[in-house]
């Protein structure tokens, strides 16, 4: 009888056990992952650049940097967004502040590529959980990268 109870608490125990680590397994997908990956956050890269480069306003500030160097920001930015989502990726670009210090972008600026970026996120349906998620911690950055409010 004891020998029944002791086993009956033990299958509990680990039932239990295996039910919390899925449901943990579940709640700790990264942002990265939400997002659909590397392959997604390039291509999310892509279309966000693709709209700042040839907005009037903004491609002021892409003028003259030569093809490769584009190719450089690009994928420091792919890098930046992976590791900042929780991906496997390491970042070895510049701070931002360091990045953008000099450049003079202003508050209108600010918002107008926050504007790109919402567009961007609808192009590729991303879910609204993750878009705010992505907005807030692309508003975290704002301190470092707009010199003229
Ligand atoms: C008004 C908004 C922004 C403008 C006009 C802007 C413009 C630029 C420019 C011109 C560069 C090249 C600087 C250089 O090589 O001398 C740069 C670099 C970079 N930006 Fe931005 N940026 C903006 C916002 C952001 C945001 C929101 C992020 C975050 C995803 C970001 C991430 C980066 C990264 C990772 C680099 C590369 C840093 C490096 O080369 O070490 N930028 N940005």
Redo the contacts with the bound molecule.
């Keep these: 009888m004891q020998r029944k109870l002791a086993l009956g608490l033990l299958a509990a125990f680990l039932l239990s056990f295996c039910t919390a680590g899925s449901a943990q397994a579940k709640q700790e997908k990264t942002l990265y992952q939400r997002l659909g990956g590397y392959d997604a956050l390039a291509a999310v890269t892509d279309d966000f650049l693709g709209r ?1 480069t040839t907005d009037a306003q ?1 491609k002021r ?2 003028v003259g ?1 030569s093809t490769d ?1 584009q190719k ?2 690009r994928q ?2 792919v ?3 992976c590791a ?1 989502t929780g991906g496997p990726c390491a ?1 070895i ?2 701070d ?1 502040k ?3 210090t000099g ?1 003079g ?1 202003t508050g209108s ?2 918002d ?2 926050v504007k790109h ?1 919402v567009a961007t996120l609808d192009k590729f349906k991303v879910p609204e959980k993750e878009k705010g998620e992505v907005l807030a911690a ?1 508003s975290g ?1 704002k301190k470092d ?2 010199e003229q409010p």
């Design positions: 700042l903004m500030f892409f940097a160097s450089k920001i420091h930015i890098d930046f967004l900042a970042y670009g510049r931002m360091t990045a953008h450049l972008i600026d600010w107008l590529t970026l692309i950055l990268i707009v």
